[in-house]
């Protein structure tokens, strides 16, 4: 079965730098975009960033320019590198990856378990 486990997310002060990982496993036959969301409490979850098969980015306007989403060359784990952090930013992220996997005959979207970010001083 696809599985996605990030990691990488923890307490951090404000200004500093934290960097996501995202792995993904399992039957995957292709994987045609990566996305990380956040959700802080008592707000919905919200995407942040999102990369394409073909290393094609965007962000959210509130982490633009602080955050960068990469993929490794086997396109089978997707980073978020966070710098600059806010408050703000104190979330529990979310890897999504919008795959195909090889046991099913369409795409589907599946979720990591989420790692939490907390920026605080």
């Known amino acids: 079965q696809v599985q996605l486990v990030e990691s990488g997310g923890g307490l951090v002060q404000p200004g500093g730098s934290l960097r996501l990982s995202c792995a993904v496993s399992g039957t995957v036959a292709s994987i045609y975009a990566m996305d990380w969301f956040r959700q802080a409490p008592g707000k919905q979850r919200e995407l942040v960033a999102l990369?394409?098969?073909?290393?094609?980015?965007d962000y959210a306007d509130s982490v633009k320019g602080r955050f960068t989403i990469s993929r490794d060359a086997a396109d089978n784990t997707v980073y978020l590198q966070m710098n600059s952090l806010k408050p703000e930013d104190t979330a529990v992220y979310y890897c999504h990856a919008d795959l195909q996997d090889e046991s099913r005959g369409y795409r589907a979207g599946y979720w990591g378990q989420g790692t939490q970010v907390t920026v605080s001083s």
């Open positions: 990369i394409t098969s073909g290393s094609s980015s």
